[in-house]
């Protein structure tokens, strides 16, 4: 069975750091893109960034580029999100998610999702 | 990036009816659409994926179509179950951005 668990979340204040963590299991991680998705309270669901299976290719919404890396171990199965100087806007729900890459029909979808992990940013 | 819009925002629906939800792509994306399912306090579930195509599991309710910049998701009798909301995900070219969401819930 396919488990994606996020853990890392918590409240920071405003320009604080936080690293987010994903642990993979039921399947061969180190084979697949990987992504994290975010949600603010009560708003709707926005791609933050994803990673090639290798980690030579990486993607970010332009709203968190320079401030937030993505990173994965496949050894120890796991995606990492490490966020600084983060800002009141990064609240949110955040998931991590197995992004499949369909040949025939052409297709690239988010199949399985992690329960997601709260981020608060407060002073 | 490419913008996604959905419409309506909201709508209210009765068990047993169709119900059709829109996507607009602020660019074509081909085909490379999907449709997500989310239920309060829960993550997204994967619904339709490539514009029509029918994720394993899913009831065959659920049907997709579109292409180029246009697409639709139809759930042709409501059942009370898929009282959530819907996004769609473009996935042509990152970010894979989401559209902001259709909330359906009980006329």
């Known amino acids: 069975e396919v488990q994606l668990v996020e853990s890392g979340g918590g409240l920071v204040q405003p320009g604080g750091s936080l690293r987010l963590s994903c642990a993979a299991s039921?399947?061969?991680?180190?084979?697949?893109?990987m992504t994290w998705v975010r949600q603010a309270p009560g708003k709707g669901l926005e791609w933050v960034a994803n990673?090639?299976?290798?980690?030579?290719?990486?993607f970010y919404v332009n709203s968190v580029r320079g401030r937030f890396t993505i990173s994965r171990d496949n050894a120890k199965k796991s995606l990492y999100l490490q966020m600084n100087s983060l800002r009141a806007e990064d609240t949110a729900v955040y998931y991590c998610?197995?992004?499949?890459?369909?040949?025939?029909?052409?297709?690239?979808?988010?199949?399985?999702w992690g329960q997601g992990t709260l981020v608060t940013v407060s002073s | 990036d490419i913008q996604m819009t959905q419409s309506p925002s909201s709508l209210s629906a009765s068990v047993g009816d169709r119900v059709t939800i829109t996507c607009r792509a602020s660019?074509?994306?081909?085909?490379?659409l999907n449709w997500y399912q989310q239920k309060p306090g829960k993550a997204p579930k994967l619904l339709i994926y490539a514009a029509s195509s029918l994720q394993s599991g899913v009831p065959s309710r659920f049907s997709g179509s579109g292409s180029g910049t246009d697409f639709t998701l139809t759930i042709s009798s409501l059942q009370p179950e898929d009282f959530a909301t819907y996004y769609c995900?473009?996935?042509?070219?990152?970010?894979?951005?989401f559209g902001g969401g259709t909330k359906v819930d009980i006329k």
């Open positions: 995900q473009q996935s042509y070219s990152t970010p894979h951005t």
């Open positions: 998610a197995r992004e499949d890459i369909v040949v025939v029909p052409s297709a690239k979808r988010l199949s399985y």
């Open positions: 990673i090639k299976q290798d980690g030579s290719e990486k």
């Open positions: 039921g399947f061969t991680f180190s084979t697949f893109w």
């Open positions: 660019q074509s994306i081909t085909r490379y």
